[in-house]
C-alpha cells in the first residue's frame, strides 16, 4: 500500500486520492444514459478532489474539464472562467478550437485575455455562453461525450444576485438548463458547498431550472475507503499502527477525508513511535479545540450568512440540537419565526436530518466540532 503525506489544507494530487469508487461509478452510469448530475455538499467533504480524480479520468466514452466559479461576481466573469478553462482544456476537439477561434479574439493564445470579435458584440453575455456550447456540442464525436464539472455555482450565482440583480442571476439560471436541455452531446454535473435553495429563493425562480440534475450522494467515504486513507496516511507520517488504530482514526474523523488528513498531521507533529489510541484521541481533541488549527472547517459557522435575517435563528437551532438531540421540531417552535422554512433548510444544507424519534445533526463528527467552537456544555 502506497504512503500518503497528510494534506489537510493544499489541493490532492489525483494520483493520491482515496475512495469515491461507488460515486464514480454511478456519475459514470448516470453521465453516460445522458441524466445531468447535481452534487451539494458542505465545505471540506471532499467534493473537489472527487471532481478532479473524475475529470483526470473519466473512463471511456467520456473527457472531463473542471470549471470553479468561486469568487464570480458577474454574468460577464461568469463566461469568462468558462473561457478560459474550455482554452485550457487539451481534450477539447479540433473542430470546437476552429470554431471558438471564429467567435473569440485570443482564443488561439494559450494565456491572456479573450474577447467577443467585433462582429458579435451585439450578442449579450449569455447569448455568447449558448453560442460557445453549441459549437463545442456540434464539434463532438459521435462516440464520445465532454462532461462540464461546474463547482461552486452557488455561490456564484448569489454573488451574481448581489451585484448585479435577481433578475439576472434568475436567467442564467434559466440559460443554463436550457442549453442542457439542448446540447445532450455535453454532460454536466452542478455543484456546490451551499444549497440552490437559497440562491432560487433570492433570485424569484423555481426548481424547474434545475429539475433536469440527478442528485449525486457524496457525504463521507464508506468504512473502507476511510479504513484505507488512514492506513495510507499513517504510513506516510512514518508510525506504525494496528489496524485497530488505524479504524480508530477513521472513525473519529468520522470518515470525513479532509479530518482524517487533518488527524494524521496533528498525529505527525506530536511525536514518534507506535500509535494507539489514546493517541488519536488526544489529537482529535486538540485539533477541535485548537481554533488556529480548526479554522478550515469555521465554515460551519459563516456559511450560516447565506441565512441572511434568519442567521441568528438558525444558530440557535443547530446549538439546541446539537446538545438536546434528538429534538421534536414542535420543541423548536419559540427558536423559528413563523412561517420560515429554517428546519427544511437546515436539513437540506446537511446540517440536520429528520429522525422518527426528532432532529439530529447529521455528522456526529461536525456536531462535535460546532459543540466545541460554540462552547456550549
Known sequence: MEPIEPQP?????????????????????????GNNLALTDPRRMGKTVWLDLFCAGAGDGLIAVKIDYEGVQSTDEFLGRTLKELRAF???????????????????????????????????????????????????????????????????????????????????????????????????????????????RRCGVTEGVLNDLVNLPLGPFDEEEAIELAHRLTLGIKRSATMDVVARIADRAGRIPFLIHALAHRLEDSGTGPLSDADVDQAFDDFVHDRDESRAIT??????????????????????????????????A????????????????????RLDEGLVWRYEVLRVVWVARQGLS
Open 9 to 33: 489544507g493544499s489541493p490532492i494530487d489525483p494520483r493520491n486520492a482515496v475512495g469515491r469508487r461507488g460515486v464514480t461509478d454511478a456519475a459514470r452510469r448516470e453521465l453516460l444514459r
Open 334 to 353: 419559540e427558536l423559528v419565526p413563523t412561517g420560515s422554512t429554517i428546519i427544511d433548510d437546515l436539513v437540506d444544507d446537511h446540517y440536520l436530518r
Open 90 to 200: 487539451a481534450p477539447l476537439p479540433a473542430r470546437a478550437r476552429g470554431r471558438l477561434a471564429a467567435f473569440f479574439d485570443g482564443w488561439d493564445v494559450s494565456v491572456g485575455p479573450v474577447s467577443v470579435k467585433p462582429s458579435l458584440t451585439h450578442l449579450g453575455t449569455l447569448e455568447m455562453l449558448n453560442v460557445t456550447i453549441e459549437a463545442i456540442a456540434e464539434a463532438m464525436a459521435a462516440d464520445t461525450k465532454l462532461v462540464i464539472a461546474m463547482d461552486e455555482v452557488p455561490m456564484a450565482i448569489s454573488n451574481i444576485a448581489a451585484a448585479e440583480d435577481a433578475d439576472a442571476a434568475g436567467r442564467l439560471l434559466q440559460v443554463l438548463r436550457s442549453i442542457r436541455r439542448n446540447h445532450p452531446q455535453i454532460g454536466w454535473i452542478v455543484c456546490g458547498s451551499i444549497g440552490f435553495h437559497h440562491v432560487l
Open 299 to 332: 465554515h460551519l459557522v459563516t456559511r450560516l450568512e447565506i441565512y441572511g435575517d434568519l442567521a441568528a435563528s438558525a444558530e440557535q437551532v443547530l446549538d439546541h440540537v446539537a446538545t438536546q438531540a434528538p429534538v421534536l421540531e414542535a420543541a423548536l
